[in-house]
């Protein structure tokens, strides 16, 4: 097996943060990482002298390579080295184009640059920030040898799915001269000589990559002295102070998207307290629940707000009257009431609301890329932009039509109050009967709205290993609960009689002084939420603990590993083996796990992969702290240094308190049993 | 169904119990169930015409709600369309819903 990092930096260029090369860094690593290739590849730029002296310093195959913004993604770009000259005036060329922070080249420019791109190895960032994706990575594909990414996680997941590229985990470290941590993050390939057609064959098969030498994926390096661990389930057991939350603590530090669940932070120290924070917590879902679910009803309720269907029937009335009034003293018309527009109504003016959304429609049709197929089976694409063309200049028709009805609008009203001043005849007060008329549809279809909003039902309904959370809503019944939905001190009794008619209720609503507008949408029904345990209650006591820890492992997905120290610091053990157990044996099938336990229940029952040791052992009166490591059906452990350790017995030691007590307690339960 | 006519010189409106009455009899719920008939039915007004109704006052109304009902008529469909997809998303998403996921 030959052990490689292609993804190694050694200028400080823009896109780094400054450091200082130092050659005794890099051949260090080489040396204490046991590399067999390494690869230059610093940001935008190719330094061909620079990659001489290297070359020359090290034992082993070096390519030079080059780091590229593209499409703002990174690629890896390497040569085989056999025409450094050709590569640095190739290279000069993408460090001309990209000179600043932002400055990316696309896939043209790099064939424009670099000619046939099949000549080198490209690995664009794949599962790691800034990837390559979608149009540039179909575009690139063809070239393509690998992928990088840049956890252990990622790198199996790549593995085990057909779909994806072949994925390689590298350094991409800066060898600087403070680097105090030697880089963890290299690929195994299963090959001979180590050269550049044979690492490209590597690439081309999946079984030929690995995350160890001798462990296939099994297992990965986590420190840099070469301890490793299981990229499933670790258990890491060992007495008190003997560095375990030491060692998980190290493990938060080398790595990066860990997911730490600390000793004692689902603990309830202070029962009070604790529960009032995890109500608290809950609380915040819900608020979060609600927002979510209510904003449509929100936005109906902003515009309902602005409805005044009392101020419309006045209208209606102000019009009849005055109409009515004026025709009664036709016969004593002046000069100015005679005027033809002393009593002209203004234009309608019209939103056009509908041909827009129809125009919107249409272009969604024409722009839609998922259901294209399926669109063009039945229509006729250059037909249906012939529709929106012509509804789009219907509408510019229409909108110039509008300008000029409001141009006109504001004309008739400064002439009809010019006219009104100079006579003492009635002037019509003028309505808008299709507004009026609008809006009492408005307040009908949100009185609909509302009524449906308010029927009883389960909205939203989540299992999480026996707990249940459940959304539902159902109408406000006290004025005591629209009190709680608003948060606000006021009295409801007098909104609650109007609750039964949605717009006379809002109505209620608006005219209290103490309520503010934009939170109204909160009120017009009951939603609640709530966890439920397996009896269908709400949780209580040590149950939210339960629920807790369920929710964090659950959370752990989203990370890239998983540390979880003394889970039975707060559970039972029943609940340790059905639950906790399950749901740790299922996540560590995608991620790296790593357990610290005391418990039997846990450490003998969870089906660990991989068993870790730390002991604190003390030579010749100095205090040395070691990783004992193996398979669970290993005979013995062992350290990095070659020390070995029984595993029986530190099993029995870690889980049981030693054989006697194991021994005592197993009869223990056999004499119970034999009664 | 005739919401407005001249009859023996005066204009007349239908009233709700499908009677005509003088138009300067009118009232404000008499023109809000003319509207609604306007903008549900199909219906037709007699034309404004000045020879055919004497009386002043009349006139005057008959022309100012003959023109409101008439404009109102001629956006009918567009009332309905618009009315139709009023809050129609919402509406449809919150009516007998029994159950949905959140994120």
Sequence with gaps: ?675 | MKLLKIDNNLGQFLDKSGEFQPIDRITKENLLSLVDLTLNEEVEFDEYDEEKIRNQAHQIIYKSIHEKLRGLRDRKQEFIDESERLYLAEYERYKDETSQQAD
């Design chain 1, 1 to 675: 097996m030959k052990k490689i990092d292609l993804h190694i930096h050694t200028i400080a260029t823009i896109h780094d943060s400054d450091f200082t090369f130092c050659m005794d860094t890099l051949k260090r690593y080489v040396t204490e990482a046991n590399l067999d290739a390494i690869a230059i590849t610093n940001h935008d730029m190719f330094d061909a002298e620079q990659f001489r002296t290297i070359n020359e310093s090290l034992p082993i195959a070096v390519f030079p390579g080059i780091e590229i913004n593209l499409d703002n993604g990174h690629i890896l770009l390497m040569s085989d080295g056999s025409n450094v000259e050709d590569f640095e005036s190739r290279s000069n060329d993408v460090s001309r184009r990209i000179s600043q922070i932002g400055d990316s080249i696309t896939v043209g420019d790099l064939e424009d640059i670099y000619g046939n791109l099949h000549n080198y190895l490209i690995i664009p960032h794949y599962d790691k920030n800034p990837s390559i994706r979608g149009q540039t990575l179909e575009d690139l594909l063809s070239y393509v040898t690998a992928g990088e990414v840049d956890s252990a996680k990622k790198f199996l997941r790549a593995i085990k799915d057909e779909t994806k590229l072949t994925p390689v985990l590298f350094s991409d470290a800066r060898m600087s001269d403070g680097l105090c941590r030697l880089p963890i993050r290299q690929t195994f390939l299963d090959c001979g000589e180590l050269t550049f057609s044979a690492i490209r064959a590597c690439f081309g098969d999946k079984g030929k990559v690995s995350l160890s030498d001798d462990e296939g994926n099994s297992l990965f390096q986590i420190f840099d002295d070469g301890q490793r661990m299981s990229t499933g389930l670790n258990v890491l057991l060992g007495d008190r102070s003997t560095g375990k939350t030491y060692t998980l603590d190290k493990i938060n530090d080398v790595f990066e998207g860990v997911k730490y669940i600390e000793q004692f932070s689902l603990v309830q120290r202070d029962e009070a307290a604790y529960e009032r924070e995890f109500k608290n917590e809950v609380q915040r879902k819900r608020s979060r629940f609600v927002d979510g679910y209510l904003s449509p009803f929100k936005a109906v309720l902003d515009d309902v707000m602005n409805v005044d269907l009392e101020g419309n029937e006045r209208s209606v009335e102000n019009y009849i009257s005055t109409l009515l009034k004026s025709a009664e003293e036709a016969d004593r018309r002046d000069a100015y009431s005679k005027v033809a527009l002393f009593d002209e109504t203004a234009f309608p003016v019209r939103d056009d609301k509908v041909l827009k959304d129809l125009i919107a429609s249409v272009r969604q049709i024409i722009e839609n890329i998922e259901y294209r197929e399926m669109i063009e089976k039945h229509i006729d694409i250059q037909s249906l932009k012939k529709l929106a063309c012509e509804l789009i200049e219907l509408l510019w028709s229409k909108a110039l039509e509008n300008k000029k009805r409001q141009f006109l609008n504001g004309l008739i009203k400064d002439i009809k109050e010019s006219l009104k001043m100079r006579t003492s005849a009635v002037q019509v007060d003028d309505v808008d009967l299709y507004r009026v008329s609008m809006e009492t549809r408005k307040v009908g279809r949100f009185s609909d709205i509302v009524n449906s909003l308010r029927k009883e039902s389960v909205i939203f309904e989540e299992s999480i290993q026996g707990f249940r959370v459940i959304a539902s809503k159902s109408p406000f019944t006290k004025a005591g609960e629209i009190l709680f939905a608003s948060g606000v001190k006021t009295s409801f009794r007098d909104a609650l009689k109007e609750y039964g008619d949605p717009y006379r209720y809002l109505q209620a609503l608006i005219s209290d002084g103490n309520l503010v507008r934009s939170e109204l949408y909160r009120l017009f029904a009951k939603i609640e939420y709530k966890i439920l345990n397996r009896d269908g209650f709400e949780v209580s006591g040590g149950e939210r603990s339960e629920f807790r820890l369920l929710q964090e492992i659950k959370d752990a997905q989203n990370y890239d590993i998983l540390l979880i120290d003394e889970p039975e610091s707060s559970f039972d053990n029943m609940f340790l083996k059905s639950d906790v157990n399950q749901i740790l044996r299922e996540i560590s099938k995608s991620m790296p796990v790593v357990v610290v336990t005391h418990n039997n229940t846990v450490g003998a029952s969870v089906g660990a992969d991989y068993l870790l040791y730390a002991s604190k052992e003390v030579e010749s009166g100095k205090v040395t702290y070691r990783i004992y490591s193996g398979y669970p059906t290993d005979k013995t452990l062992k350290s990095i240094d070659g020390r070995s350790i029984k595993s029986h017995k530190i099993i029995l030691n870690s889980l049981e308190a030693g054989r006697e007590a194991y021994e005592s307690r197993r009869c223990g339960y056999e004499a119970i049993e034999d009664r």
